[in-house]
């Protein structure tokens, strides 16, 4: 079964400053990978997908993610941090697209002033 | 769109009794629904997957006759926490996909649910 590790449990940053939030994911074919965003006491928000094609992929928010087959990772990345970014993101993995799919434990991303 | 709306956000209720959760799919035909539970700082686990008009699949360890689900149109699916007991206090959330494998699932709000 697939699985995936964000090895970061919380992470600070300077608004402002870039980011980059760690996945990596275990699963033998081709994955389907997801990067959500959760505010305290909501669901979650899609930031983006990655499916198939361009292993670079543009979300929401200035967010991006690069799948790379050969680290098995799918990290997020932001070049810049505004402070409304702070909240807990989630990576996940689907082994049949939507279904079955997989969280990460999630990051915890606080953003200082 | 693609808008997942979950109803009640927050419920209180005495141990004993029984709380449905609504999930809607307001601009969408979703023919499967998830539903998730998330504990303080934790992530998702999946609960059970419905696809509309049949018995929900519920993953391993997850009481059937506990959780009932059912998802009998194609823009509703509930959940309803049999007797429940403070244990069963969680943040529940549920998503839904148009079951197409290349779309993703949208997720409602969430259920805080509490048993005193």
């Known amino acids: 079964a697939q699985s995936v590790t964000q090895p970061d449990i919380h992470i600070t940053v300077s608004e402002g400053a870039s980011l980059e939030l760690r996945c990596n994911y275990s699963?033998?074919?081709?994955?389907?990978l997801f990067w959500y965003v959760q505010s305290p006491g909501q669901g979650l928000q899609l930031l983006l997908k990655?499916?198939?094609?361009?292993?670079l992929v543009q979300g929401i928010k200035g967010f991006e993610a690069e799948f790379k087959r050969s680290q098995s990772s799918f990290n997020l990345r932001k070049p810049s941090v505004h402070w409304s970014d702070a909240a807990e993101y989630f990576c996940a993995v689907g082994a049949q697209g939507n279904n079955d799919m997989r969280f990460g434990a999630g990051t915890r991303l606080t953003v200082k002033p | 769109g693609a808008v997942v709306s979950q109803h009640p956000s927050w419920v209180i209720c005495k141990s004993g009794t029984s709380v449905k959760i609504e999930c809607r799919s307001l601009d969408f035909q979703a023919t499967t629904m998830f539903w998730y539970r998330q504990f303080p700082k934790q992530s998702l686990m999946l609960m059970a997957t419905?696809?509309?008009?049949?018995?929900?699949?519920?993953e391993q360890g997850v009481e059937k006759d506990k959780f009932l689900i059912n998802h009998a149109s194609l823009t509703l699916s509930t959940l309803t926490v049999t007797s429940a007991h403070p244990e069963d206090s969680s943040f529940y959330i549920c998503?839904?996909?148009?079951?197409?494998?290349?779309?993703?699932?949208?997720f409602g709000d969430g259920t805080r649910l509490s048993i005193l």
């Open positions: 998503s839904a996909s148009g079951g197409s494998s290349n779309q993703p699932q949208h």
């Open positions: 990655y499916f198939s094609g361009d292993t």
């Open positions: 699963y033998g074919a081709t994955p389907y």
């Open positions: 419905s696809n509309e008009g049949s018995k929900a699949t519920y």
